[in-house]
């Protein structure tokens, strides 16, 4: 299995049990929210309703293979 099939599984398996109400602790892989978010730190995603989101607060999305965390700022 090729590295991009490999990640498109990854983020398949991630969005099933996040909407299957499970928890998920995913590892931190880039810099870009330093000093936030570390190089390794856990994150703890669960599945919320757009209510829910407050400003401030980290949110994951899927782009592509990838999932990207950014910091909520809409009210």
Request: net charge positive.
């Given at each position: 299995?090729?590295?991009?099939?490999?990640?498109?599984?990854?983020?398949?398996?991630?969005a099933?049990?996040?909407?299957?109400?499970?928890?998920?602790?995913?590892?931190?892989?880039?810099?870009?929210?330093?000093?936030?978010?570390?190089?390794?730190?856990?994150l703890?995603?669960?599945?919320?309703?757009?209510?829910?989101?407050l400003?401030?607060?980290?949110?994951?999305?899927?782009q592509?293979?990838?999932?990207?965390?950014?910091?909520?700022?809409?009210?």
């Amino acid at each position: 299995m090729g590295k991009a099939l490999l990640q498109e599984a990854c983020c398949d398996l991630v969005a099933d049990l996040v909407c299957s109400s499970c928890k998920v602790q995913l590892k931190v892989t880039g810099a870009s929210m330093v000093p936030a978010l570390w190089l390794g730190d856990l994150l703890s995603v669960h599945s919320c309703v757009p209510s829910e989101l407050l400003p401030d607060l980290m949110i994951v999305f899927r782009q592509k293979q990838k999932l990207i965390v950014h910091r909520w700022i809409c009210p």
